[in-house]
C-alpha cells in the first residue's frame, strides 16, 4: 500500500509509526535466529523481498481514495518465510519505493508497513495455516490466503484514512465510502494475488518441498 506523502496528519503518522516499530524490531532479531537454522533463510528473504517490490511496484491510481490499487505480495512472502520475516521485507520494499518512486511517501511509512505488511501478512499467513490444517489443497490453500492478504491491505488502508480524516462525519460512513471507491480496482487484483499466490506455492511444493518443509516446522 501506498499512502500518499503527507495525506496523514502528523499525529496520525506516528500512531502507526508506533505500531508498526515493533514489528520491525522482532523481525530484525529474527533474522539471525532464523540464518543459524536454516542456511537458505537469507537468500531466500533477499528472493521475498524482491517478489514483494516487484508485485507492489504497479500501482493503479485511486483519485477518490487519495492513493492506489495495486498487488502486494506480502501474502506469498507471510507463507513461505512467515509473517514477520514478511513484515520486514515488505517494510525496506515500501522505504525504497517512497524514496526513490514516489510511491508512498516517508511520513506515511509506518502506515503502509501496518496495512500492507502486518495485516497483510497476518491475513495471508492465517488462512493458509487454517486451510491447510482442513487439509483442503495446497493451490486452494495459497489462492484463499493471497487473496485475503490483498483485501486486508486494502481494508486497513481504508480504516487508516478513515479514522484520520473523517473529522465530523461518522467514522463508519467515511470508512465504507473509501473501501468501495477501491472495488473496481481491488477486487479483480485481489483475485488475481490469489491465483499468483495458489500457483506460486505449489510450484514451490513440486520443485522444493524440502524448503517448505523446513520452514513450516520451524
Known sequence: MHLSEGILPLNWAGIWYAAAIPFIVKGIADVKKKSVKLAHFKPLMGLMAAAVFIISCMPVPVPTAGTCSHPCGSGIAAILIGPIMSILVT?????????????????????????????????????????????????????????????????????????ALHGSKPLGGVFMAILIAFIPTQLPLGILEGFLTGGMISFVAKRRPDILKALWEK
Open 91 to 163: 517494510s525496506i520494499a515500501l522505504f525504497i519505493q517512497a524514496l526513490f518512486m514516489a510511491h508512498g511517501g516517508i511520513t506515511t511509512w509506518g502506515a503502509d508497513i501496518v496495512s500492507m505488511g502486518v495485516a497483510g501478512s497476518f491475513a495471508g499467513y492465517l488462512t493458509f495455516k487454517i486451510l491447510k490444517g482442513l487439509k483442503m489443497p495446497l493451490f486452494i490453500c495459497g489462492f484463499c490466503a493471497g487473496l485475503l492478504a490483498d483485501w486486508a491491505t486494502y481494508a486497513t488502508t481504508s480504516f487508516e484514512l478513515a479514522s
